[in-house]
């Protein structure tokens, strides 16, 4: 199941890289949308209506599963030391985040003051470190899984717990592509895991959109950040009325 998973969200991926929708793939399976929006929900497809949805993009079956195993990649999780390297270089961290991004170096240069020089530099150590190859012409290959993650209460995180948090939260969060949901209740043990593994089910449907989205040229994707916590914890001005 978790292959067919994998090659349904690649042929999601390519779709949007080729400008195609649901409707578009209704109307060459001869199919309603409704139905169409199943297949993807329930990944569904037959042999014969994945090749026909290739077809229309001109693509083969076997390119499709050539996309899917490129998209594979095997490294969940760096080590303490290669965070720290990273988390100890302001460029070569802001290289990093663009390139698990899916940045282009061209996009990179263009955006940030980094010369290309410095970017390729950048970039070679990340291939070092094997997050990346940096192919020939400066492109960029990732080498992580899809669940990659930083380490828990590594030097990453610790990074921007220390840099970034209070910045992040000086917003009113009124704007549209915003939400700030703040939650305050008493969990039982079982009730509070349950929760958990609910928010990990959610970051993980953030990350199957953000690597969908990643065909899209640059200028049709925001920069968003996404904070899921969850802990034991009093405001601290009620403590003083503990008993």
């Not at 042999?47 to 899917?68: F, G, I, T, Y």
């Not at 290309?116 to 150590?125: D, F, G, N, R, T």
Request: net charge positive; aromatic share 8%.
């Amino acid at each position: 199941m978790a292959q067919t998973k994998a090659l349904i969200q690649t042929l999601k991926s390519c779709l949007k890289a080729h400008g195609k929708t649901y409707a578009d793939v209704a109307k060459a399976l001869n199919l309603t949308e409704a139905s169409v929006k199943r297949l993807f929900s329930q990944y569904s497809f037959s042999l014969n209506r994945l090749e026909a949805v290739c077809q229309m993009m001109d693509m083969q079956l076997s390119d499709l599963m050539q996309k899917m195993n490129e998209s594979q990649q095997h490294l969940e999780q760096l080590t303490e030391q290669q965070e720290r390297e990273i988390a100890e270089d302001l460029l070569l961290l802001l290289v990093t985040v663009c390139s698990l991004n899916k940045w282009t170096f061209e996009e990179m240069v263009e955006n940030y003051k980094i010369t290309k020089a410095e970017c390729i530099h950048k970039l070679a150590q990340l291939d070092k470190l094997k997050v990346i190859e940096l192919l020939p012409k400066n492109k960029i290959k990732l080498l992580i899984a899809p669940n990659f993650s930083w380490r828990k209460n590594g030097p990453i995180q610790k990074f921007f717990q220390k840099n970034i948090g209070q910045e992040y939260f000086k917003s009113s969060f009124q704007k549209q592509e915003e939400c700030l949901i703040v939650l305050n209740g008493m969990l039982s043990k079982m009730s509070s895991g349950e929760f958990q593994r609910k928010l990990k089910r959610l970051s993980k449907e953030f990350n199957d959109l953000n690597n969908e989205d990643s065909s899209l040229n640059i200028l049709d994707r925001n920069g968003v950040t996404l904070v899921l916590a969850m802990r034991n914890w009093e405001f601290g001005i009620f403590k003083p009325l503990r008993r």
